[in-house]
């Protein structure tokens, strides 16, 4: 059982390039999320999934897009990259609602150039 | 909404002695505090959650408390060893919206 795992472990990218990032998941978990992270911001939720089909906005969803085609599986795409979309992203799963614990993937570092 | 405030941002304590990690929420509505320890280059993973229904928990050498008249809650870990240097986020849960996190405690043990 391989719990959550992301794709790539990091990556270089130019600006205005499109990068998906994948995330999967086999734990059978409904919610799915995707976060950044910056030294002395913490972990900011950029969208999120509580079920296969939908999708949701966080706290920083510009630049951003998701989809949740089923159960397992959840990318994140920059659709024209960003110097400041440099940063690590984190995926993460939880079987239900937002007070059930979240298992993270091991993220992904992100460079844009 | 506003970010729960997570004080201090870095921390230092002698093997053997106590921290403590204390957070600041703002909505009365909220109902959920867990805490997530990040090791250098690792994911975050839950090491301890607390519900609005209780006052304090206890998992072995850690503990939560929650003061919700004053709107906190913090994290104390005792007898302190080097495998506890880690960063800590504190997290809440407003009624049945999104998870908001702390920016972080960089914890240090000094052997």
């Known amino acids: 059982i391989a719990g959550i795992t992301q794709a790539p472990t990091s990556q270089i990218l130019a600006a205005g390039r499109r990068m998906t990032l994948r995330c999967t998941q086999d734990?059978?978990?409904?919610?799915m999320y995707w976060y950044r992270q910056d030294l002395g911001l913490g972990l900011r939720l950029i969208h999120y999934?509580?079920?296969?089909?939908?999708?949701g906005k966080g706290e920083v969803p510009d630049g951003y897009s998701v989809s949740r085609a089923n159960t397992d599986d959840f990318p994140l795409t920059l659709a024209s990259a960003v110097p400041s979309q440099t940063s690590v992203y984190f995926c993460?799963?939880?079987?239900?609602?937002?007070?059930?614990?979240?298992?993270f993937g091991p993220g992904t570092r992100l460079t844009v150039l | 909404g506003e970010n729960v405030e997570q004080h201090p941002s870095t921390l230092s304590v002698q093997e053997g002695d106590s921290a403590v990690i204390k957070c600041t929420y703002s909505?009365?509505?909220?109902?959920?505090f867990p805490w997530y320890k990040q090791e250098l280059g690792k994911r975050p993973q839950l090491i301890i959650d607390?519900?609005?229904?209780?006052g304090e928990k206890k998992d072995q050498r850690i503990a939560v408390t929650l003061n919700k008249t004053a709107k906190h809650f913090s994290l104390h870990i005792t007898e302190t060893q080097p495998e506890d240097s880690a960063v800590y986020f504190c997290?809440?849960?407003?009624?049945?919206?999104?998870?908001?996190f702390g920016t972080g405690t960089r914890l240090t043990i000094i052997p």
């Open positions: 999934s509580n079920t296969a089909g939908t999708t």
């Open positions: 734990m059978r978990h409904n919610a």
């Open positions: 607390i519900r609005s229904n209780v």
């Open positions: 993460a799963s939880s079987v239900g609602g937002w007070s059930d614990t979240q298992y």
């Open positions: 997290a809440d849960l407003r009624g049945n919206e999104k998870l908001t």
């Open positions: 909505d009365s509505a909220s109902n959920y």
